[in-house]
């Protein structure tokens, strides 16, 4: 398997990072701000900054096919709008941002998210005409652009979500959208729009679809905070990751029947914070052990295959020469033989987002993940 394509832009922690659908753009999340870096070469040249959240952005997204790119924060004051009312509503909002590209550079678009906590993720659906917020409100926003009014506005689903939402998923179908909270549950709602969305073809998820509906409720083993979650490349799976360093795959049986299977896999690893599908019988997972690892299986039970990982890699390593002379030298200078701050791994601390890099067919030839340490790393599968 070739090496990874790694990338260290910087040494403070990324949040959460998205390519574009030609992959010569990457967006990370930075502190307040996103970095837009443009490929050259094998390497990622810093080309714009996306100024405009006044708190921590905690989300960025760039739609394959308009290249628009939406943005979410633990808050913000803006006051791009003319009218003194929509201002007052604005200094007490969480907000988002779409930002669309302009002869003068990126045109940012304020969304109303009438939420009062933090907005934590946020994700485009596959159609583009959405895209929904995850927040600390205990609600999801799900976003779409009216077009009479010319601005993007939200409808929340509320119940019965008990705590902040972590992560969010959609639905190949656009309708359907996972979402894990810290009330230890990965559920799967409706997020139909009227006037938006096309009614989906019944699945095992339901047929009528009205929005907030929830299709799909499902509670960690060990009560544990649900990290992340993910429909397969079919839709006709759930996966999740949780805080108990386990991960629970969902097979549905139709709407109001118990799931044909629910099955967690639980591993004496370090919590995972992040998990793509590659295929339908594959997913691979990282977090807190800085590295990925791919499980296998399908509704019979799913195993952890090992990590994608070699670590006997040239250039981790130990080079030093082991000498008793050395090792004397070495205690008497750090009071240790061995410097133990290098871990054996790429990342070198712990990895916050994997995003699919290259597919076909929901067969997954490269993901990225990025991470505490400032690394954007590309993989092959």
């Known amino acids: 398997m070739p090496p990874p394509e790694q990338h260290h832009l910087f040494h403070h922690p990324i949040a959460d990072h998205s390519f574009s659908a030609d992959r ?46 939406v943005t979410c924060s633990q808050g913000q004051c803006f006051h791009w709008v003319q009218q003194l009312l929509e201002t007052k509503i604005l200094q007490s909002d969480r907000n988002a941002l779409v930002w669309e590209p302009s002869p003068s550079g990126w045109k940012p678009t304020l969304v109303l998210l009438r939420i009062n906590r933090a907005a934590t993720c946020v994700r485009w659906s596959p159609s583009e005409r959405k895209f929904a917020v995850g927040s600390g409100a205990r609600v999801i926003a799900v976003c779409y652009f009216e077009e009479e009014n010319d601005w993007w506005v939200s409808k929340h689903i509320k119940k019965p979500i008990r705590s902040t939402i972590t992560n969010i998923s959609w639905h190949p179908n656009s309708v359907l959208l996972a979402a894990g909270s810290t009330d230890s549950h990965a559920r799967v709602f409706s997020g139909f729009i009227k006037g938006v969305d096309t009614r989906p073809e019944s699945s095992v998820w339901g047929e009528r679809l009205p929005f907030g509906t929830v299709c799909g409720e499902y509670l960690n083993n060990s009560a544990g905070w649900v990290t992340d979650v993910a429909f397969s490349p079919s839709g006709d799976a759930l996966a999740f990751t949780a805080r108990d360093s386990s991960i629970t795959v969902v097979y549905p049986n139709g709407p109001e029947q118990p799931p044909t299977a629910v099955l967690s896999v639980n591993t004496q690893l370090l919590p995972f914070m992040s998990l793509v599908w590659n295929g339908e019988n594959e997913i691979i997972a990282a977090g807190h052990d800085c590295e990925a690892y791919r499980l296998q299986g399908n509704e019979q039970g799913w195993s952890i295959v090992g990590s994608l990982e070699s670590k006997g890699r040239p250039g981790l390593s130990d080079a030093r020469d082991d000498s008793a002379l050395n090792m004397f030298r070495q205690m008497d200078l750090k009071g240790k033989v061995k410097e133990d701050t290098q871990l054996k791994t790429v990342h070198q601390n712990t990895i916050n987002t994997l995003r699919t890099y290259e597919q076909s067919g929901g067969t997954v030839s490269k993901f990225s993940t990025s991470g505490v340490d400032g690394r954007v790393v590309i993989w092959n599968t």
């Open 24 to 69: 010569q753009t990457l967006a990370v999340a930075r502190d307040n701000n996103v970095e837009l870096y443009e490929r050259s070469g094998n390497r990622f040249v810093l080309k714009d900054e996306l100024r405009g959240h006044d708190k921590t952005v905690t989300g960025v997204d760039i739609a394959p096919q308009s290249g628009r790119i």
